[in-house]
């Protein structure tokens, strides 16, 4: 079984780390730890000025994913994409036939996700596998 398992470096991302690894376990799997770093175009930013920044950020992530996961006693292998993160996880999700991808969710609804819009909500609708989101817990 091959799961993709996007990362942000985020509470939510590492969320998600917990349940990939468990499934990957289950059923003997590989994991590709996919992390995305997005090209800015607004506010004035150049992407050639923050190009390296956040690429160095991206791989950062993916290496301590990796990491985390290797320790666990699970295959894995590190993909750092430029891009927009949602296109980017269905577009490897297709390119690397993977059987599952897991990630985590902030859980916004309403405005909040109009606004800020949903990573998730996009892979769900595009992708080409099962996806499992894993929310993480809101403190009130």
Do not use: C
Request: net charge negative; hydrophobic share 45%.
């Amino acid at each position: 079984m091959k799961i993709l398992y996007p990362t942000d470096g985020s509470k939510t991302a590492k969320a998600a780390l917990e349940f990939a690894v468990d499934i990957a376990k289950a059923q003997n799997g590989k994991i590709i730890v996919l992390s995305v770093a997005e090209k800015i175009s607004s506010l004035g930013v150049e992407w050639r000025e923050m190009e390296k920044p956040l690429i160095d950020f991206a791989n950062d992530f993916a290496h301590q994913a990796a990491e985390e996961i290797r320790k666990r006693g699970v295959e894995v292998e590190e993909k750092v994409e430029v891009g927009k993160p949602a296109e980017v996880i269905v577009n490897i999700a297709k390119k690397e036939g993977v059987d599952a991808i897991v990630m985590g969710t902030h859980g916004w609804t309403g405005l909040a996700r109009a606004v800020i819009g949903s990573v998730a909500d996009k892979v769900i609708r595009h992708a080409p596998s099962a996806v499992i989101l894993v929310p993480t817990k809101v403190e009130d």
